[in-house]
Nanobody
């Protein structure tokens, strides 16, 4: 089973920036989506941003559009999330996941186990 390892995150003030990285132990298929989910306090895991491994298109939740950037490095099997103009509501544990579609936060591929996640905390 493939493994996903997240890193980065931490504490930031509102308006600041943080960067998250995710490394996959196995290269996803070109048709798969690799992206980020987050789980805020008392909330379910939700979609944040993703990229299709074999394409160039990126997908973003409305709440992060125009603030977050997702960058894929196929050579390193890594996807990086650049989070800018952070807001307190961005606080949560961020996970990366692989799926066949943008519902990967609820239906990740069984071939990739969830990572431990990384905490992002944004103060006002």
């Amino acid at each position: 089973q493939g493994q996903l390892e997240e890193s980065g995150g931490g504490l930031a003030q509102a308006g600041g920036s943080l960067r998250l990285s995710c490394v996959a132990s196995e290269r996803p298929d070109s048709s798969h989506v690799l992206g980020w989910c987050r789980q805020g306090p008392g909330n379910t895991r939700e979609f944040v941003a993703a990229t299709r491994w074999g394409g160039t298109r990126a997908y973003f939740a409305d709440s992060v559009k125009d603030r977050f950037v997702i960058v894929r490095d196929n050579a390193k099997d890594t996807v990086t999330l650049h989070m800018n103009s952070l807001k307190p509501q961005d606080t949560g544990v961020y996970y990366c996941a692989v799926g066949s579609g943008l519902d990967y936060c609820q239906q990740p591929l069984r071939g990739f186990a969830w990572g431990q996640g990384t905490q992002v905390s944004v103060s006002s």
